[in-house]
Nanobody, 123 residues
Framework: QVQLVESGGGLVQAGGSLTLSCATS????????MGWFRQAPGKEREFVAT????????YYADSVKGRFTISRGNAKNTVFLQMDSLKPEDTAVYYC????????????????WGQGTQVTVSS
């Protein structure tokens, strides 16, 4: 049984920072690509960022490029999303995902998902 558990969400003012964490358990996912997606109220879930199993390659949505940083822990079974210069439009539930995607922005390409953590950015 694979589990992904997100943490670190909360309420922050615009311009502030948050760091999300995703811990995996039940099976080693060290060879999996890890990604972050988000879903705002009334909108579809969208891709945010992804990092390869080695941590050597990352990819970001244009909307977060330059503000968010994705990284993996040394044991490769934890992934982080450092979010800086947050904007009200970043408000969403953020999900961690793991898989071996051919298309990293496609949520259907990921096999395992966490339950999500709420991020709210006030103006």
């Amino acid at each position: 049984q694979v589990q992904l558990v997100e943490s670190g969400g909360g309420l922050v003012q615009a311009g502030g920072s948050l760091t999300l964490s995703c811990a995996t358990s039940g099976r080693t996912l060290s060879r999996y690509t890890m990604g972050w997606f988000r879903q705002a109220p009334g909108k579809e879930r969208e891709f945010v960022a992804t990092v390869t199993w080695s941590g050597g390659s990352t990819y970001y949505a244009d909307s977060v490029k330059g503000r968010f940083t994705i990284s993996r822990g040394n044991a490769k079974n934890t992934v982080f999303l450092q979010m800086d210069s947050l904007k009200p439009e970043d408000t969403a539930v953020y999900y961690c995902a793991a898989g071996t995607p051919k298309i990293v922005v496609g949520e259907d390409e990921y096999d395992y998902w966490g339950q999500g953590t709420q991020v709210t950015v006030s103006s």
